[in-house]
């Protein structure tokens, strides 16, 4: 970042004191525990905290001004602003103004992330290509985001996120897109949003943000593909499947005793070649297709597309397979869940070797829906023929209650001493749940035979 203090003051069309116009500026933070040397530190506020009782610390940390809503006594040069997280956002959209690249936002309820990471790897060829890290993708970690663009990135991939109608529109609105990607609704947040179709109307927002001439990526597998469609129009749709024809589509699936699928990848009616996908399930087909749909509407070419699918990787705790006690298969998912993204889980887990076991940690953000959609993960690891389902935490009981002969357990001690003491050798056991959940414990204690 190359501003100075007069810049930032012209992005909030407010005035900066003339003696301190041309103060350098290096980054913008919100965290007194990231601020570098030169930093502007923005005073958020929240229901548990102030971010104007820090500006001392901010200072201490290499702070060089502060952005705040009311004046606070202290050395620190201060700019003062009606809103501060407004005022981050609009920082944002001046430093997505500055930098004129390509620029990838993705959203939707289940694999928003690894649609990011896919599309920022294939995008490679392109240069530099900077994206989303960590989960910093709502209305504070999306600008955030955007203000970390340098000249030197050639691409950009943003992943949004929401938990209200609105944030997408606005964050879009910063990020300005080239292209726009929509994974699907799977019914993460119905509890927030109070309905699937008010979660669909909030992913939609990411298309207001559209450029004119810019290219929509929309899930034609999913029930509110029309809807996406018609809210893209007039802009182009490239749409993608796993069903059935589309502008971007695979065919001819397969799938290895590991859970990795290989497929024929066809774009625009003709066939670019085999890809053969490291990652497992079904699902990373689709989150496959709409990361090479971004890639090829941008320019990279579908050798360098194929090439880069076969070279991906996993996240820790996303849908990873380690080795565990007896020889037991870990099909590490722990990070999130969601009802889609779990059914997704259990499909990829009876595709390895059996017996089949599932230790579910409960899904939140899921409102008064929360025990329907538990009990219906619950039957449908019975259709699925899993032989057993262990849940963790009150919320998650419905779904062993309606699976015939599951187990419930209140703590994770009680749950990892039966899956010691019970799991059979050579099992394949995936473990799932809401990151309040703390399922990552359990793939922790089962690494081992020692009981800790």
């Known amino acids: 970042m190359d501003w100075t203090l007069g810049r930032v003051a012209a992005a909030l069309a407010i005035e900066a004191p003339p003696s ?4 350098p500026i290096s980054t913008v933070v919100t965290d007194t525990r990231k601020m570098v040397a030169g930093g502007l530190f923005v005073a958020l506020k929240g229901p548990r905290f102030d ?40 920082l944002s959209a001046a430093a997505r ?27 490679a060829p392109l240069g530099a ?25 050639q691409a950009a991939v943003v992943e949004l996120g929401a938990n209200h109608l609105g944030e997408i529109a606005w964050t879009t609105r910063l990020a300005r897109p080239q292209v726009a990607v929509i ?30 001439d810019g290219v929509a990526v929309l899930n034609r597998d999913d029930h509110y593909f029309a809807y996406w469609a018609a809210c893209a129009a007039p802009r182009r749709v490239i749409s993608f499947s796993i069903n059935t024809p589309a502008d971007i589509w695979a065919e001819a699936l397969s799938c290895d005793s590991q859970g990795r699928y290989a497929f024929t990848l066809n774009y625009q009616g003709r066939s670019l070649g085999r890809v053969h996908l490291p990652l497992l399930g079904k699902h990373n087909v689709s989150n496959a297709l709409a990361a090479a749909a971004a890639a090829l509407s941008l320019g990279v070419s579908s050798a360098q597309v194929i090439e880069r699918l076969a070279c991906l990787s996993a996240l820790p705790n996303r ?17 999130n869940a969601n009802p889609g993204a779990v059914k997704a889980a259990l499909d990829t887990l009876v ?34 023929g899993v032989d057993l389902l262990l849940t963790l935490g009150e919320a998650a009981k419905p779904a062993s209650d309606a699976f015939d002969g599951g187990l419930h357990f209140n703590d994770h001690a009680t749950l990892v001493r039966h899956l010691h ?21 359990i793939v922790t204690a089962l690494r081992t035979d020692e009981i800790r």
């Open 183 to 212: 994974t699907n609704v799977t019914g993460a947040h119905v509890g927030e949003f109070g309905g699937m179709g008010q979660i669909a109307q909030a992913k939609g927002e990411v298309l207001s943000g559209l450029a004119d």
């Open 319 to 335: 849908l990873g397979v380690l080795p565990g006690l007896r020889g037991v298969n870990l099909l590490d998912d722990s990070y």
């Open 51 to 90: 971010g104007h009782d820090l500006l001392a610390e901010a200072q201490q940390a290499g702070a060089v001004a502060a952005l705040v809503e009311t004046p606070v006594n202290g050395p620190l040069p201060q700019l003062v602003c009606s809103d501060t997280r407004l005022g981050l956002g609009l």
């Open 97 to 123: 103004e500055d930098w004129q690249g390509p620029l990838v936002a993705v959203t939707g309820n289940s694999g928003k992330t690894t649609v990011k990471d896919m599309t920022a790897a294939l995008l």
């Open 20 to 23: 301190l116009a041309d103060m």
């Open 129 to 153: 290509v900077h994206s989303t890290q960590g989960n910093l993708n709502n209305d504070i970690g999306a600008p955030l985001t955007l203000l970390a663009l340098t000249p030197g990135h």
């Open 351 to 384: 595709s390895l070797p059996g017996p089949h076991w599932c230790a579910l940690g409960a899904m939140g953000e899921l409102g008064s829906e929360s025990s329907a959609l538990h009990a219906d993960i619950g039957r449908y690891a019975a259709q699925l």
């Open 421 to 441: 003491n019970t799991l059979p050798p050579n099992a394949s056991l995936l473990v799932k749940g809401s990151r309040s959940a703390g399922m990552e414990q």
